[in-house]
C-alpha cells in the first residue's frame, strides 16, 4: 500500500521524519505533543486578549484564598466545620474519615479550591474553539490529579496510619509491587494474574465450534443446552478492538452463557488480532468479510429463518453500517438489531474525542506507517488516561502506598489482552467516523453505495451506559432521529464494560445494578434525551432479562435443538474458542 493511501489529505509521512516521530510517539504515549501544543497556543492567545477574563480569574483566586483561610481558621479552633467546596460526585479521594480533621482537611481544600480555579481559568476564554478548550481543561486535570495530597506518603493520612500500624511494612510492599509492574512493563509481559485467566480455561469457556474461518474472523456456535430453541438464532458482533471475550468471560458472568440457557442459538464473531502483514484490510473489509460473511454463513446453515442481530461498541456501528446496506435491498436476512453502547453519530464522542483531530490522527498514521498496525497498548494508554483517577492514581495509592494486592479478576485480564489495528483500517476509522461523522451525515460509502441510516428499517433494542467514557449515553441516543424503526432504549447503570457485564443472578451479580427502559415507535421518542430520562422506568437488576424477553417477544417460535455442524479444517474440527482468540 502507497504511504498516500492513509491519508484523506493526500500527504505521505515522509521516511526523514519517522524516527523523530516514532520517538516522540513513545515518549508521549501516542498523544501527539503538536495537537496539544497547539491547543495551548489557542488557550493561551485569547487569554493574553481578553483582559476581563484575566481579571475574573483574578479575583477568583482572591475569592477561593478568603475562602480556605475562612474554612482553616475555625477549624482549627472548633475541629469541625463546613467545606467551602465539594469534591465532584464520582472524585472519592478525600471521602475517608481520615480526611476529615485537620490538617488533612485543610490540605484537601485546598487542593480542591485550586482545582476548581483552574477549570475556571482554562475554560470561558472567548474565541478559543470547543476541542482545543476540552484538551487543556484535560491536560491540566491531569496533572493536577498527578500532584494530589492523596498521591505522597506525607500528605495522605490513610497511608500514614498504615505506615504507622505496619511499621513500614505497607511500603516495602508498595516497592516491591512497583518494581514488579516496572519489570512487566521493561520485558513487555503481561500483569501478574493474567496467566490464571486463559481462554479455552478459565474464560471463554461455553462449549462451541468454530463453523466458519476467513482471513479475519473465526465464526462460532454455541451448543444448545435447551431442548427447545427459539426459531431465529443470533449473531454476536463484538469491537475488534480487545478480544471477544468479554462477552463470554466466565460461567457466572458470560452473556453468550446465558443466552444459550436460555433457550437461544448463538453465534460470534472473533476477529483475528492483525499484523504488519494486514496492513491493507480497510473499514469496508471488516464489514464484508466480518458481519457479511458472519450472515451468509448463518444463512447457509439455517435457511429461510431470519436473524437477530447484535453489536457491542465498535461491533455495534459496523452492524449498523451492515443492516442499512442490507436494509436499502430487498430481502434481509435480520429480524432485529440489537446495539449495545454503540454510536452511529460521532459528534459529540465524549472524552475520547480529545485524542482526535487532524494533528492527532496525521501523528498516529506515521506511527502505524513503521510496522502497519496501531499497537493495543497505545489505545489502553488513552483509556487509561480518560479514566485515570480510577485507572492510574487509585492503583499508586492502593498498591504502591498502601501495599495492597489488588486481586486478577476475569474482566481486567481482558482488559489486559489487547488487539492491534490494521493501520489503514484505523486511519480510515477515525477520519471517516469520528473526524468527519460521516455515517449520520449520509456519506458513507460501502460497496459503491452510500450508506443511510434511514434504511435501517427492524425493531432496535439499544443499550448504553450512565458512565460511558467511551461511548457516551447521550451520544448513543441520537439512534432515534437516524434510524426509521421502533427503538427499545435502556440506560444501564456503570460504565462502558461493567454496564453491559451486568449477569442478573449469581456471584458476580451486581447488587446495585439497575436500569431504565422506555420502547418507542419510529420517530416518536423525545428528542432531548434528558427528557426521555425523566420519562424512563426505572428497575432494578439486570437489563440482560429484559433484552432476552424482548428477543423472545420478537421471535416467531421454538423449535428443537439441533447439534452444532462444525468447520472441517485440514487437521480436525475446532472447539470454540478457536485459534484467532490466542493470537498475541
Known sequence: MALSDFSARGHAPAPMDLPLKLWLARLAHGVSPVSVALAYADWVTHLVVSPSKQADVAASAVRKGLLGLQYAAPYALQ???????????????????????????????????QDEWWTEAMTGVRGVSQ???????????????????????????????????????????????????????????????????QPGKT???????????????????????????????LLIVPSWIMKYYILDLTPEDSLVKYLVDQGHTVYMVSWKNPGGEDRDLRLEDYVELGVMAALKTMHNLQPGVGIHAMGYCLGGTLLAIAAAALGAKPGSPLKTVSLLAAQTDF???????????????????????????????????????????DLVWSKLVHEYLMGAHTPMTALRAWNADATRM?????????????????????????????????????????????????????????????AHAPVSFVL?????????????????????????????????????????LEAAQSVDGSWWSCWQQWLRQHSSEQVNAAPVVPLVSADQPVDAPGTYVHEA
Not at 486535570?141 to 511494612?169: C, I, Y
Not at 469457556?205 to 443446552?225: A, C, D, H, S, W
Not at 461523522?437 to 439499544?462: A, K, Q, Y
Open 79 to 113: 475541629g469541625e466545620c463546613a467545606y467551602c467546596v465539594e469534591p465532584r460526585p464520582q472524585d472519592k479521594r478525600f471521602s475517608p474519615h481520615e480526611w476529615h480533621s485537620p490538617p488533612y482537611s485543610n490540605i484537601a481544600q485546598s487542593f480542591l479550591l
Open 131 to 197: 476541542h482545543h478548550e476540552d484538551v487543556v481543561a484535560f491536560t491540566m486535570r491531569q496533572w493536577l490529579d498527578m500532584w494530589s495530597p492523596s498521591n505522597f506518603v506525607m500528605s495522605n493520612p490513610q497511608v500514614l496510619k498504615e505506615t504507622l500500624n505496619t511499621g513500614g511494612a505497607n511500603l516495602v510492599n508498595g516497592f516491591a509491587n512497583w518494581s514488579r509492574d516496572a519489570l512487566a512493563v521493561l520485558s513487555d509481559s503481561k500483569p501478574r494474574g493474567v496467566e490464571n485467566f
Open 203 to 233: 474464560v471463554a469457556v461455553t462449549p462451541g465450534k468454530v463453523v466458519f474461518r476467513n482471513r479475519l474472523i473465526e465464526l462460532m456456535q454455541y451448543g444448545p443446552t435447551t431442548t427447545l430453541v427459539d426459531a431465529e438464532p
Open 347 to 389: 459528534h459529540e464522542p465524549g472524552e475520547l474525542g480529545l485524542f482526535i483531530d487532524e494533528s492527532q490522527i496525521a501523528f498516529l498514521e506515521d506511527l502505524m506507517t513503521a510496522r502497519g498496525y496501531l499497537d493495543g497498548r497505545q489505545m489502553a494508554g488513552a483509556f487509561a488516561l480518560i479514566n485515570s483517577k
Open 422 to 482: 490494521p493501520a489503514r483500517m484505523h486511519s480510515e476509522y477515525l477520519r471517516r467516523l469520528y473526524l468527519r461523522n460521516d455515517l449520520s451525515e449520509g456519506r458513507f460509502r460501502f460497496g459503491g453505495h452510500t450508506i443511510m441510516l434511514e434504511d435501517l428499517t427492524v425493531p432496535l433494542f439499544v443499550v448504553a451506559t450512565e458512565r460511558d467514557h467511551v461511548s457516551p449515553w447521550t451520544s448513543v441516543y441520537k439512534i432515534h432521529r437516524l
Open 492 to 532: 444501564s447503570s456503570g460504565g462502558h464494560n461493567v454496564g453491559i457485564v451486568n449477569p442478573p443472578s449469581g456471584p458476580a451479580a451486581h447488587p446495585q445494578a439497575s436500569y431504565r427502559y422506555a420502547s418507542y415507535a419510529s420517530s416518536k421518542a423525545p428528542a432531548d434525551p434528558m427528557v426521555w
